[in-house]
């Protein structure tokens, strides 16, 4: 893998403990305009990001967020914008958002790996809260919260599963195989 993209996949991990260093705003920028590159269903950038680095409303996201391990010292919300999702004619029940929300948290994720930060998806956190914390108007609703710092020299090594994951034992080629034995005959 010498491909500099490759690696930072391979290399990505899930930072759940962070220096109390405050971020730089050019760091937490280069973020976000990488988050716009995000793929998007039919170009529409359907997300609104909200970019939270006052240590007070951090903490206050914390205490709404049970799956908020890290002590990041920024966060950037993952917001769907509904209003721009009815402007398109889409029914609100439409699982492509969704998509493309999981595209941008990636997004972030390997951006802020490549610029030296730690960061970590979090998706266990009381969407009415953060609403009432962030001050979101009605149309936008939090999908996920990406916490971003310095990663802690100390810091734990990142998880492992049982046994390595390959490539191949989360692949089956073309279709999976028949479980009915006379199908095979």
């Known amino acids: 893998m010498a491909n500099e993209l490759l690696q930072a996949i391979r290399t990505r991990r899930v930072v759940r403990h962070m220096t109390a260093e405050p971020i730089d705003r050019a760091q937490l920028i ?9 793929p998007s269903a039919g170009n529409r950038r359907l997300q609104r990001f909200v970019a939270v680095q006052r240590p007070d409303t951090v903490r206050l996201l914390r205490m709404v967020s049970p799956g908020m391990l890290q002590h990041p010292a920024a966060v950037v919300v993952i917001c769907i914008d509904w209003q721009r999702v009815a402007q398109y004619g889409m029914p609100r029940q439409n699982t492509g958002v969704y998509v493309d929300v999981g595209t941008v948290l990636q997004t972030i994720l390997l951006a802020a790996h490549a610029i030296g930060l730690g960061a970590g998806p979090v998706t266990s956190f009381s969407k ?27 810091g734990s090594p990142p998880m492992r599963t049982r046994g390595r994951i390959t ?18 005959a």
């Open 30 to 38: 280069a973020v976000l305009q990488a988050a716009r590159w995000a």
């Open 128 to 154: 009415a809260a953060v609403r009432v914390i962030l001050n979101l108007p009605d149309h936008l609703s939090p999908e996920a919260l990406v916490c971003l710092g310095h990663p802690a020299p100390d």
């Open 167 to 184: 490539w191949q034992s989360l692949t089956d080629w073309e279709r999976f195989p028949s479980t009915d034995p006379s199908a095979d």
